[in-house]
């Protein structure tokens, strides 16, 4: 039993790394990639919606911030994961991801929570 949902989760999986690779120049595949690595490092907190109700949430104080009402800037965004919360006078909670992730992960998934709130551009 345990078998199968693990690879039905493997079958939903591999077609959006597929297609995060094969659209790697595009914005779509930038988005694709900043799901990917949303996914792997921030949904616990953030919640599968970005909207700051993880499984992890209901143990933090304070909450983890719902990324999709942010009004932040990508620098900001881009500072916080690097430095974590502590960092930027945020929660302690946020760790820092720059040692894990590189620049262009970082990109991906500013790009990806940019493309959730609905922004028209990046802010400056």
């Not at 690779?21 to 595949?29: E, Y």
């Not at 900043?34 to 921030?42: A, E, S």
């Not at 430095?83 to 262009?104: C, H, I, N, T, Y």
């Amino acid at each position: 039993m345990r078998t199968a949902w693990y690879l039905s989760v493997l079958g939903l999986v591999l077609p959006m790394i597929a297609q995060a690779v094969d659209l790697k120049g595009s914005n779509a595949g930038q988005r694709e990639r900043g799901l990917l690595v949303f996914q792997t490092y921030c949904m616990t907190c953030h919640g599968s919606y970005a909207d700051g109700k993880g499984k992890s949430a209901k143990n933090l104080k304070p909450p983890p911030a719902n990324l999709r009402t942010s009004v932040k800037t990508d620098q900001y965004k881009e500072e916080i994961i690097r430095k974590g919360g502590a960092a930027v006078g945020r929660s302690p909670f946020m760790p820092p991801w720059g040692q894990e992730l590189s620049d262009q992960q970082i990109a991906d998934v500013v790009y990806y929570l940019r493309s959730i709130t609905g922004a028209k551009s990046k802010p400056k």
